[in-house]
């Protein structure tokens, strides 16, 4: 289950309004009321689908919303990290977690590739504490690892959507965003 308008899949906090779905982050962004829901043709795109109604009162179908508003995927959308196990080591205190922490900061610098942080890793075990090399640890450390990629990977597609200028294509009124 993902949320309509931005595709993300906050299981939790996604709630259906119909036809829609929206996520917390949506809800709490966007000043559109999504009960608020009538059928109709859309005046931008013509099709008899549902409207949704803007802060200016003037309708736009779901799918003119979100490109206006949201925007849509351009390219295939990555696996989102809320689908990767969550990454939990059961042997983690402060102590030990600020210690990888550092560690981490440190040596595997996320702006490189995935292959690239993997191998020095690697190559850095046998000069870190032995708790680090652990097989439950490591397992810990390849999810945490996946799941940072995983969001930086996220945002890259979030940034490739085609995205309108957020503005009602009929009042071009801005009052959308909540601040
Ligand atoms: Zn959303
Ligand atoms: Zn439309
Ligand atoms: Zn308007």
Redesign the pocket.
């Known amino acids: 289950m993902t ?1 309509t ?2 595709d ?1 899949m906050g299981s939790l906090t996604l709630r259906t309004h119909r036809e829609v779905m ?2 917390y ?2 809800r709490y962004r966007f000043r559109i009321d999504f009960n608020n829901q009538t059928n109709g043709p859309c005046g931008i795109c013509f099709e008899k689908t549902t409207l949704l109604t803007l802060p200016c009162n003037h309708t736009l179908c779901v799918e003119c919303c979100k490109i206006i508003y949201y925007g849509i995927a351009t390219t295939q959308q990555p696996i989102h990290w809320r689908k990767l196990p969550f990454p939990f080591w059961e042997d983690m205190d402060p102590i030990k977690y600020r210690e990888y922490k550092k560690f981490r900061l440190k040596w595997l610098n996320t702006d490189e590739p995935y292959e690239t942080i993997l191998q020095r890793r690697d190559s850095l075990c046998s000069t870190r504490p032995s708790w680090m090399n652990t097989e439950s640890f490591l397992d810990y450390e390849n999810n945490l690892l996946q799941v940072i990629y995983s969001q930086k990977e996220w945002d890259v597609y979030e940034d490739q959507k085609f995205k309108g200028n957020g503005t009602c294509p009929y009042c071009k009124c801005k009052k959308i965003l909540k601040v």
């Open positions: 949320c308008f931005c993300d929206s996520c982050s949506c």
